[in-house]
């Protein structure tokens, strides 16, 4: 038996920064899910003639053996047998390929973590029917993907995903993300046009930076605005207020950088082409009063986030302007996408 799923990337609008636990969030986030950066992921399994307890994986990375994604597989399957126990007694052929490039400044977590775990969910509805019932299936798969990856959980819900306890907002989880359907849909339209500042791999990890926010002296503060950026953003993507989006996006976004120059040791991931370009994008939006906003993640690259109907505009922009401040010109077009899907069983 065979499944593979496929599941898209994802960029945060109210950020995940900071944890406890394994992956649990000091606060809740909202992303949008992406389309064209995605990860397709392939498991075979049958079963082992005798459990000799041990997970037993072989993996091809677009199409070779790639050692370093097999040991991290391997030991991540390791860490969640208790969720899947009968991941020992099968053979797992596991083979993975992304939609863009290694090395561009997208992160592959996300994508490749939703589509393990969703295809593991499978597994386990195949052999146990345990998780017949879709909403079950959906919050498993969520489960496993933040354990392996935070913020890897609001990957595959259409549109939109809230991951993280927040009062304001029914039915959160600091265990799972839970999709976001009440948005206008303008929002359904929205482009995320990557401008590459640079490719190469970032100086500090994520991780280390998660662990950084224990020591911030304005980490409580921080986890404050952040839930409550979570209720106001959905404000604004219930109404269609783009300005209150823009806002709050572009806030989020430069309170994220804001946390990791007052880390101790601190440190900085913009370049100096990260704050040319906002000053271009916040220069454009005054002049022509087009809703076109950035967000960012954890790396100098800038995510121009716009509705389809402004497309042609921010094109130009992007070809006539922004593109002279990016590494070799690179801009990756991406959009926001319906989530995860079967590919074949
Ligand atoms: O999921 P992690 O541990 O790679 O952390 C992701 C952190 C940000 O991308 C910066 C923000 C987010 O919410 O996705």
Redesign the pocket.
């Known amino acids: 038996m065979k499944y593979t799923w496929r599941s898209p990337s994802?960029?945060?609008l109210v950020?995940?920064?900071g944890?406890h636990g394994i992956?649990l969030p000091r606060n809740s986030?909202i992303?949008f899910t992406l389309s064209n950066a995605f990860s397709e992921t392939s498991i075979e399994f049958t079963k082992k003639n005798a459990d000799n307890n041990k997970v037993e994986i072989e993996f091809l990375f677009e199409g070779e053996k790639n050692e370093a994604f097999q040991n991290r597989i391997e030991k991540f399957l390791n860490s969640i047998v208790s969720y899947f126990p009968f991941i020992t007694s099968l053979n797992l052929q596991i083979s993975s390929i992304n939609s863009f490039p290694h090395s561009t400044g997208i992160?592959s977590?996300?994508s490749a973590m939703s589509a393990l775990a969703l295809g593991l969910c499978s597994i386990e509805n195949e052999l146990t029917g345990a998780l017949s019932n879709q909403e079950d299936f959906m919050r498993k798969a969520s489960i496993i993907s933040r354990l392996g990856?935070?913020?890897?959980c609001?990957s595959m819900y259409p549109y939109l995903s809230i991951w993280g306890k927040n009062d304001g907002v029914s039915n959160s989880s600091d265990e799972y993300a839970i999709p976001f359907t009440e948005s206008n849909e303008i929002y359904k339209t929205f482009h995320d046009s990557i401008l590459i500042v640079s490719s190469d791999e970032k100086k500090v990890s994520?991780?280390a930076g998660?662990e950084l926010m224990h020591n911030n002296i304005f980490a409580e503060t921080r986890y404050k605005q952040a839930n409550k950026n979570t209720v106001d953003i959905i404000d604004a993507l219930k109404s269609g207020d783009l300005d209150k989006f823009g806002l709050i996006a572009e806030e989020e976004a430069l309170t994220?950088h804001a946390l990791m120059m007052t880390s101790n040791p601190s440190y900085i991931l913009l370049q100096p082409e990260s704050l040319k370009l906002i000053s271009l994008i916040r220069d454009y939006r005054n002049e022509t009063k087009l809703p076109v906003y950035f967000t960012i993640?954890?790396g100098p690259n800038i995510h121009l986030l716009y509705p389809h109907s402004i497309f042609n505009e921010v094109q130009d922009l992007i070809k006539n302007e922004l593109s002279k401040q990016c590494e070799g010109g690179r801009v990756i077009e991406d959009k926001v996408g319906i989530g995860a899907t079967l590919m074949s069983k």
Request: net charge positive.
């Open positions: 994802n960029i945060a950020k995940y920064w944890k992956q986030s992303s992160a977590s996300a990856s935070g913020s890897a609001r994520s991780t998660h994220l993640d954890a």
